[in-house]
Each structure stands twice: as C-alpha cells, then as structure tokens.
C-alpha cells in the first residue's frame, strides 16, 4: 500500500514569492491534515479537512496561506507571498477519519528554504 | 488549551543503556499515541494507548499510560543506534477526540 506522498521534498524560494505544496493522501483516509513542523519541534496543525470540508482552520494564518482539497481526494497548500518566518518542513498526515484521528500517517514533508 | 511537555528535550547515551523519556499533560486524553521520526522523514506512528494505567511492549519499547490518563512514558531497553530519532507523544483531547495535539518531542542519540 503507498503512503502518503508530497511533492516538492525541498523548495527554496526567495521572500514575497509565492509557494505550493501538494499533498496525496493514502486510499482511502477521508481525514487530511497539513502541519508545520520547526526545527527539532513537533508538528502544529494548519488544517484538517474531513472529505473536502475544512472542519478545523483555526490556525491557518489566512491572509497569506490558503489550502484546498478537491474532490475530497489530492491537496494543496499554498503561501502567498512567503515571509523568512515561514522556513520550515510542512508535513501531510491522512486517518481513515473520525473517530481515528489518533492514527495518523504522514508524508516525508516539504523543506521550505525563505531567503 | 491543552499542553503537552516532554523531558527530557535532549538525550545522548551509549549504546547497550536503557533509557526512559516522558510525556506529560495537565489535561486528560482519550488516547495517547507515541511516534517516532527519522532525520528528513515524517513521524511514523508507533503505538496508540487508550486506557489509564495501559502498559504496551513492541521489542524492546515499553509504553506506559498515566491512571489519570494525563501522562506517558516510553522506556528503551538497551538502546541501539537504530533508536536515533525525534519521539513525540500526541494526544486525543477527552471531549474533542478528533483534535489531536503533539508534544515538542525527545531529541535521541544514541552512540555506537
């Protein structure tokens, strides 16, 4: 069974550009998540998103990173424009859904490199 | 909010020792799961405990689940080098089960 696969790995962009991410989840997992992970630190949730409905954004900052799921499958995260705060590994997690929220899988992750 | 803390942030120590790192809380979970996560990988799940005072083995990790479901330990019997990682504990909050918070994680060495 493959797991779950993100694309670019690493990403090196200068400050103001914009960025994506993309995220495919394992077959199956109707429960997506996006974290941002620092630097010997563990992951923060961005968003979750149950099928194609974001059910929790509370962190996301929205006036710059936007995220979409279509067809409640494939996912996007996007930053626009980038701040050098924003250097870190994003990572994708997926879970058959409610109720196995605590069985996450995630993907290798995206290094973003701000300069 | 719900916290959680591990210690210790750091650890280093030859191969062949045992070892024990911790993960506390001061609010109650309905499941407590360890990971552990290799240099440029993602965190890979390695167990999921659920009822207070739970001791689960895999090999030679042994894991244990606060009574009061507020905490958690992981105890490495003659650590190996394959060991090496970020362990992070995360938790299912009691009434909001679906939200899930990780802990800042245990940095481990473990030398040849």
């Known amino acids: 069974e493959a797991g779950v696969v993100q694309s670019p790995r690493y990403k090196i962009i200068e400050k103001k550009q914009p960025v994506a991410f993309w995220c495919n989840p394992i077959?199956?997992?109707?429960?997506l998540y996006w974290y941002l992970q620092n630097l010997g630190q563990g992951p923060e949730l961005l968003i979750r998103y149950e099928n194609e409905e974001a059910v929790d954004d509370s962190q996301l900052p929205k006036d710059r990173f936007s995220a979409e799921r279509l067809k409640g499958v494939d996912s996007t995260l996007k930053i626009q424009p980038a701040e050098l705060g924003d250097s870190a590994v994003y990572l994708c997690?997926?879970?058959?859904?409610?109720?196995?929220?605590?069985?996450?899988?995630f993907g290798p992750g995206t290094r973003l490199t701000v300069t | 909010t719900q916290l959680l803390e591990q210690s210790p942030q750091f650890l280093s120590i030859q191969e062949g020792e045992n070892l024990t790192v911790y993960c506390n809380s001061s609010?109650?979970?309905?499941?407590l799961q360890w990971y552990r996560q290799e240099p440029g990988e993602g965190p890979v799940l390695l167990v999921t405990v659920v009822t207070g005072g739970e001791v689960k083995k895999l090999k030679r990790l042994t894991f244990q689940f606060g009574d009061a479901r507020k905490d958690s330990s992981l105890h490495i019997t003659a650590a190996q080098p394959g060991d090496t990682g970020l362990y992070l504990c995360?938790?299912?909050?009691?009434?909001?089960?679906?939200?899930?918070?990780f802990g800042p994680g245990t940095s481990l060495s473990v030398i040849p």
């Open positions: 997690a997926s879970s058959l859904g409610p109720g196995k929220a605590y069985e996450q899988y």
């Open positions: 609010s109650v979970f309905s499941s």
């Open positions: 995360a938790g299912a909050g009691e009434t909001s089960y679906d939200k899930v918070i």
């Open positions: 077959s199956g997992h109707n429960t």
